[in-house]
């Protein structure tokens, strides 16, 4: 049985941190693509990013340097370091894992990320 479980969510303050989490059961986690979506309010499921097996990584424009994704496969971990958070990365964050020539994407619940003052 699949399951992609998220944490780390919460609200933070402009200019702040915070570090998601998503831990993977059910899959051979390491040959996975790993990626972080979100979803705002009015607006569609966007890739944020996303990290392949051997560890390349790719950004949205709009979180590029100051988002990483990394992965630990000993732990079946995907992370997003969200630093110098702005309002607009408000949403709902998902995890996501894709077999590189799958055809079956599997999702987390979700977890709500809200920057305000």
């Known amino acids: 049985q699949v399951q992609l479980v998220e944490s780390g969510g919460g609200l933070v303050q402009p200019g702040g941190s915070l570090r998601l989490s998503c831990a993977a059961s059910?899959?051979?986690?390491?040959?996975?693509?790993m990626g972080w979506y979100r979803q705002a309010p009015g607006s569609q499921r966007e890739l944020v990013a996303s990290i392949s097996s051997t560890g390349g990584t790719n950004y949205a424009e709009s979180v590029k340097g100051r988002f990483t994704i990394s992965r630990d496969n000993a732990k079946n971990t995907v992370y997003l370091q969200m630093n110098s958070l702005k309002p607009e990365d408000t949403a709902v964050y998902y995890c996501?894992?894709?077999?590189?020539?799958?055809?079956?994407?599997?999702w987390g619940q979700g977890t709500q990320v809200t920057v305000s003052s």
């Open positions: 059910g899959i051979n986690f390491s040959i996975y693509v």
């Open positions: 996501n894992g894709k077999r590189m020539y799958g055809d079956y994407e599997y």
